[in-house]
C-alpha cells in the first residue's frame, strides 16, 4: 500500500511561486516513475508533470513548460513540484501520483496511487 500527501498550496499572486511537496510511504517509491496532476473546478483531470524514477528524465505539459520543474529526493521519499511565473489559469487542485511500470507518464490511467490534493489559487 502506497500513501501520498502532498503539501505547500495557497494562494498567490500571478508572478508568483510555490512548491508543492509529496511525501510517499512504502519501500517501493526509489523505483516509482512519479507524476503531478491538476484538476481545476469543471474540467477534467490534467497532466502536468512527471519523472523518472532515477536518472534526469522529466516531462512536461506544454502549457507548463519552462514555468515548472518536477524533481525528487528518493533518500527523503518526496517528489516536488517547483511552480515560478504562475497565472490565474493555474488555479486548480494540484494531485501527485505514482504510475504503474507501465504505461504513458502522461495519461491519468497509468497512475495507481493519489493524493488527496492540495488546492493553488493564483489571483490576478
Known amino acids: 500500500q502506497v500513501q501520498l500527501v502532498e503539501s505547500g498550496g495557497g494562494l498567490v499572486q500571478a508572478g508568483g511561486s510555490l512548491r508543492l511537496s509529496c511525501a510517499a510511504s512504502?519501500?517501493?517509491?526509489?523505483?516509482?516513475?512519479m507524476g503531478w496532476f491538476r484538476q481545476a473546478p469543471g474540467k477534467e483531470r490534467e497532466f502536468v508533470a512527471a519523472?523518472?524514477?532515477?536518472?534526469?528524465?522529466?516531462y512536461y505539459a506544454d502549457s507548463v513548460k519552462g514555468r515548472f520543474t518536477i524533481s525528487r529526493d528518493n533518500a527523503k521519499n518526496t517528489v516536488y513540484l517547483q511552480m515560478n511565473s504562475l497565472e490565474p489559469e493555474d488555479t486548480a487542485v494540484y494531485y501527485c501520483a505514482r504510475a504503474r511500470n507501465v504505461g504513458s507518464v502522461y495519461t491519468r490511467g497509468s497512475y495507481d496511487y493519489w493524493g488527496q490534493g492540495t488546492q493553488v489559487t493564483v489571483s490576478s
Open positions: 519523472i523518472r524514477a532515477s536518472g534526469p528524465n522529466t
Open positions: 512504502g519501500s517501493t517509491f526509489s523505483s516509482s516513475r
